[in-house]
């Protein structure tokens, strides 16, 4: 068999003064300003606090837009398109400009991150409302938005890891938002100092790019990829691998990602869906020239990503908390999202990103809608027949449901499957095909486990949560629930021809894969080991049966729950229990790191301190001897004197002396 | 230079001898007012040796340092004694072995 690899054309231009991709850098300054203005005055605002933050992110959501037509107006070879914005830093020769990078990569990164970013914003009015912080939230909002935009339109790795700190430290401020509860603080740290680890590897990678080729910027390191040494390239590929993991949660760093769900449910939309995870497919998307030149390494993501799908799609199926299983869902169609940009097929993991994005916004959403009809419940098994007391929140979620479980012809089928069947040609990855089919049947059960309980059955609620009357949610919640619906039932379009399907990357009858082309290196094999075809099939008939097992479960009478866990035993308590990975890292890191830190204080104490307390009590020492020199008698001090006199005249004189002598 | 009827060696003797006095006075003895009279005593040798060596080499460079000393020790008698008035009224003594607040 052969691979192709794309060529990367590396062609970059100016753009038109004037035009909305010369002002592009509005697009995440406006949402910047608004945050700062609500943080120094939102309290007086009110709740008009909402519609500032409302304006500002969706005039970047209007202004991505006009650039994208804009960028889709330039001939194909020149819609990579550099603008100057400032000089950051100048160091001798050595200069960092902060421009801004529109490609079509960027341009469909920001749409995703400012149209379901409005939408967010929208629904917050609503699930918001109330709260003592209301204005403190929008501001954070905005902030994450503006810090997302940021990382998104870095032309260089710098300006690019500033948005990606940023995000990082938005993500604190948010998930952290109800600080007053401890498990929530600490949630947010946790979140922090594992995006720290991948932030690590970054840095590492970025003084690499620079000592291998003398820039940071994309457009003068991309071109150069080939050029750079294999093994640097691998320890780039797999340090941004680490940076990569840490802010799209994947193995072994995802252990934030589900506890990140603390903070308000439009926030975990927007990690889940818009901003921060999406930050790592990004990158990995982003530099896959670099890529292109190890596939080896590539392969290792793709591995890494199935892994992680695996792992939390095992985990996903026992939850009982309907924000956890959409957590670790997540992390799952992340690990998808992976296999496609490992894989080289980066147009089908940044497809499976942009319908992820709509389904999954719209799931949390959904769930927040939920939670906002049951006094913030979050127990599945306490709900049940919300169907008819929720209609408009049960039909989208019936649209998200079957995108996510990859039933056709709604989004998700579209993009797990052109993920799945560009893992047929690689040498190495068939097993990650075969492991990602079974994840596919995974997810259609856990999600269909969500769904049936949230909505179908019984109304359970009645005797579990009495005084709880549910109700629709306000229009402000629901209007972005509709739209993310369409959304995640029509995002298949963007990408899916008949054609696209049977060969998964195919410019000439694809928008997405035509269009992003210029941004990325593609590589990819001739010789599937199974035929397009039946492997689509074999893939969605294990979805289907997926949602069958579900069904069996769940929504058929007399099925006895407990007595099925006791007869899965340890199977049941080790995917209840999360694999026991908090556990083991408890166990090995963070203890491990108490006694290296203590072993410091040790060294600290006994060494350092004791050198210094040594020393001291050395000059003590001397000092009890040497103060008996001083009696206080003043014929004492002055015989001294007066002996220093003599001596010193003895030694002039018998200077002199000799001096004559 | 003048001759002398004196040889100047007579001088450095006899100044020698009473700064070797007011030394050894003010090492042994205990009465503050005694140690600073031999002090002066010293003070005044010196003076005695600046005029001789002035009236040796006939220049009046040592008389007019005489006097910077004999000005210099007026004031340190107005110190000396103001010490030791104010230490006779805290001690009710004027023995300098009882004044030992530094010994260690």
Same mark, same amino acid.
């Given at each position: 068999m052969t691979t192709t690899i794309a060529t990367y054309t590396g062609v970059y231009g100016m753009p038109e003064a004037g035009s909305a991709i010369d002002l592009a850098w509005l697009i995440p300054v406006v949402p910047a300003v608004s945050a700062a203005v609500l943080l120094l005055i939102g309290?007086?605002?009110?709740?008009?606090?909402?519609?500032?933050?409302?304006?500002?992110?969706?005039?970047?959501?209007?202004?991505?837009?006009? @650039?994208?037509?804009?960028?889709?107006?330039?001939?194909?070879?020149?819609?990579?398109?550099?603008?100057?914005?400032?000089?950051?830093?100048?160091? %001798?020769?050595?200069?960092?400009?902060?421009?801004?990078?529109?490609?079509?990569?960027?341009?469909?990164?920001?749409?995703?991150?400012?149209?379901?970013?409005?939408?967010?914003?929208?629904?917050?009015?609503?699930?918001?409302?109330?709260?003592?912080?209301?204005?403190?939230?929008?501001?954070?909002?905005?902030?994450?938005?503006?810090?997302?935009?940021?990382?998104?339109? %870095?032309?260089?790795?710098?300006?690019?890891?500033?948005?990606?700190?940023?995000?990082? +430290?938005?993500?604190?401020?948010?998930?952290?938002?109800?600080?007053?509860?401890? @498990?929530?603080?600490?949630?947010?740290?946790?979140?922090?100092v594992v995006n720290r680890i991948g932030d690590v590897g970054?840095?590492?990678?970025?003084?690499?790019?620079?000592?291998?080729?003398?820039?940071?910027?994309?457009?003068?390191?991309?071109?150069?990829?080939?050029?750079?040494?294999?093994?640097?390239?691998?320890?780039?590929?797999?340090?941004?691998?680490?940076?990569?993991? !840490?802010?799209?949660?994947?193995?072994?760093?995802?252990?934030?990602?589900?506890?990140?769900? #603390? %903070?308000?449910?439009?926030?975990?939309?927007?990690?889940?869906?818009?901003?921060?995870?999406?930050?790592?497919?990004?990158?990995?998307?982003?530099?896959?020239?670099?890529?292109?030149?190890?596939?080896?390494?590539?392969?290792?993501?793709?591995?890494?990503?199935?892994?992680?799908?695996?792992?939390?799609?095992?985990?996903?199926?026992?939850?009982?908390?309907?924000?956890?299983?959409?957590?670790?869902?997540?992390?799952?169609?992340?690990?998808?999202?992976?296999?496609?940009? %490992?894989?080289?097929?980066?147009?089908?993991?940044?497809?499976?990103?942009?319908?992820?994005?709509?389904?999954? @916004?719209? +799931?949390?959403?959904?769930?927040?809608?939920?939670?906002?009809?049951?006094?913030?419940?979050?127990?599945?098994?306490?709900? !049940?027949?919300?169907?008819?007391?929720?209609?408009?929140?049960?039909?989208?979620?019936?649209?998200?449901?079957?995108?996510?479980?990859g039933l056709p012809p709604f989004s998700g089928f579209f993009s797990k499957e052109e993920?799945?069947?560009? #893992?047929?040609?690689?040498?190495? #990855?068939?097993?990650?095909?075969?492991? !990602?089919?079974?994840?596919a049947g995974l997810t259609a059960f856990y999600m269909s486990r969500w769904f049936f309980l949230i909505f179908l059955g019984p109304k359970r609620y009645e005797q579990e949560l009495p005084g709880v009357h549910p109700h629709e949610s306000p229009p402000s919640m629901t209007l972005p629930l509709v739209l993310l619906a369409v959304g995640s039932a029509a995002g298949g379009l963007l990408n899916a021809t008949p054609a696209s399907l049977l060969r998964f990357w195919d410019p000439e009858t694809s928008f997405l894969s035509s269009f992003l082309a210029p941004s990325v290196v593609p590589y990819y094999g001739d010789t599937p080991f199974i035929p397009h075809v039946p492997a689509v099939a074999i893939v969605t008939a294990v979805a289907v049966a997926g949602v069958a097992a579900a069904w069996a479960l769940y929504l058929r009478e007399g099925v006895d729950h407990v007595a099925l866990r006791e007869r899965l035993g340890g199977f049941y308590q080790l995917s209840y229990q999360r694999f026991y990975v908090d556990e083991l890292y408890e166990a090995t890191l963070e203890r491990g790191g108490r006694g290296l830190a203590n072993a410091f204080t040790t060294f600290d104490r006994v060494v350092v301190d004791g050198a210094v307390n040594g020393i001291g009590r050395g000059v003590a020492g001397l000092a009890t001897v040497g103060r008996r020199v001083q009696t206080g008698y003043v014929r004492s001090y002055a015989l001294a004197v007066a002996a220093g006199t003599v001596l010193l005249a003895a030694i002039f004189l018998g200077g002199l002396l000799n001096g004559q002598g | 230079m003048t001759a002398m009827a004196v040889p100047l060696g007579w001088y450095l003797g006899l100044a020698a001898a009473l700064f070797v006095i007011g030394l050894v006075g003010v090492l042994v003895r205990r009465s503050l007012i005694v140690m600073f009279m031999s002090i002066e005593l010293m003070l005044n040798s010196v003076n005695l040796t600046l005029v001789a060596f002035s009236r040796f080499h006939g220049t009046l460079d040592g008389q007019v340092m005489a006097f910077f000393v004999m000005v210099v020790a007026a004031a340190e008698v107005t110190v000396g004694l103001a010490i030791i008035v104010n230490l006779f009224r805290l001690k009710a003594s004027s023995d300098a072995d009882d004044v030992d607040v530094l010994k260690a």
């Open positions: 309290k007086r605002l009110g709740r008009y606090a909402a519609h500032v933050a409302i304006l500002a992110i969706g005039f970047s959501a209007v202004a991505s837009t006009i @650039a994208f037509t804009e960028l889709l107006a330039l001939p194909e070879e020149a819609r990579s398109v550099i603008s100057p914005v400032a000089t950051w830093l100048e160091v %001798g020769d050595f200069e960092v400009a902060w421009s801004i990078l529109i490609d079509p990569l960027a341009a469909v990164m920001l749409l995703l991150v400012t149209w379901v970013g409005l939408l967010i914003h929208v629904y917050s009015i609503g699930y918001m409302e109330g709260d003592e912080r209301y204005s403190r939230f929008f501001a954070y909002l905005n902030l994450f938005a503006a810090s997302m935009l940021v990382l998104v339109l %870095g032309d260089s790795f710098l300006t690019l890891f500033v948005g990606w700190e940023l995000v990082g +430290l938005s993500s604190y401020l948010l998930i952290g938002f109800w600080f007053e509860k401890r @498990a929530y603080a600490t949630a947010a740290k946790k979140a922090f970054f840095m590492i990678a970025m003084f690499l790019v620079f000592s291998a080729t003398g820039s940071l910027a994309f457009a003068e390191v991309l071109p150069m990829a080939p050029e750079i040494a294999s093994g640097t390239a691998v320890a780039i590929g797999l340090l941004l691998l680490v940076a990569a993991a !840490g802010k799209s949660a994947q193995i072994p760093l995802f252990v934030w990602l589900p506890d990140a769900m #603390a %903070g308000p449910t439009p926030v975990s939309a927007l990690i889940h869906a818009a901003t921060m995870v999406t930050a790592g497919v990004y990158l990995v998307a982003r530099v896959s020239p670099i890529y292109a030149t190890v596939p080896g390494v590539g392969l290792t993501v793709a591995w890494i990503g199935v892994a992680t799908a695996l792992l939390a799609a095992l985990i996903a199926c026992t939850q009982n908390d309907i924000k956890k299983i959409l957590a670790y869902s997540t992390v799952s169609q992340l690990g998808y999202m992976f296999i496609g940009v %490992g894989l080289g097929a980066q147009v089908a993991g940044v497809f499976h990103l942009l319908t992820h994005g709509f389904f999954k @916004a719209l +799931l949390f959403l959904a769930a927040g809608s939920v939670m906002h009809a049951m006094a913030d419940e979050t127990n599945p098994w306490k709900m !049940g027949g919300l169907r008819k007391v929720m209609p408009i929140t049960f039909a989208t979620s019936l649209l998200g449901w079957l995108a996510i479980a993920i799945l069947v560009a #893992a047929l040609d690689p040498p190495g #990855a068939q097993g990650i095909w075969v492991i !990602g089919t079974i994840v | -």
